[in-house]
């Protein structure tokens, strides 16, 4: 799963939730040596009833100003369809956008 730039979950595809957060402009992945993107979240899967839970953090995060995550338009967090293999740019690998969710700056 990844955080992406655009707050907008509104396409079949989710593609207009735009690219991985990446206001350092990095390469994709934590075992990419020139990465990671600030977007890049761990792998999760999902239970045989489908359920998930997971409690992470966006390291060195900047939420707003410059470079910031909720800029006028929000964010996404995109959830993939495959596993990000952690180094491949621009996405891990990781396949087909299957959800999505919109966060915006109260």
């Given at each position: 799963?990844?955080m992406?730039?655009?707050g907008k979950c ?8 735009g690219p991985?957060w ?6 994709h992945g934590?075992?990419n040596?020139?990465?990671a ?6 792998n999760?899967t ?5 359920r ?6 966006l390291?060195?995060?900047?939420w ?6 909720f800029?006028?338009d ?5 959830v993939?369809?495959?596993a990000?293999d952690?180094k491949?740019?621009p996405?891990?690998?990781?396949g087909?956008?299957v959800?999505c969710g919109?966060?915006?700056r109260p």
């Open positions: 799963m990844h992406h730039t655009v509104d396409s079949p595809d989710f593609t207009n939730a991985h990446n206001p350092a402009g990095r390469q934590r075992d040596p020139a990465g993107h600030a977007g890049d979240l761990p999760l999902a239970g045989s009833d489908g998930v839970s997971i409690k992470t953090m390291e060195g995060a900047v707003s100003g410059e470079g910031g995550l800029d006028a929000g964010a996404a967090l995109i993939h369809e495959k990000d952690y491949t740019d996405t891990g690998n990781s087909k956008r959800f919109v966060f915006t």
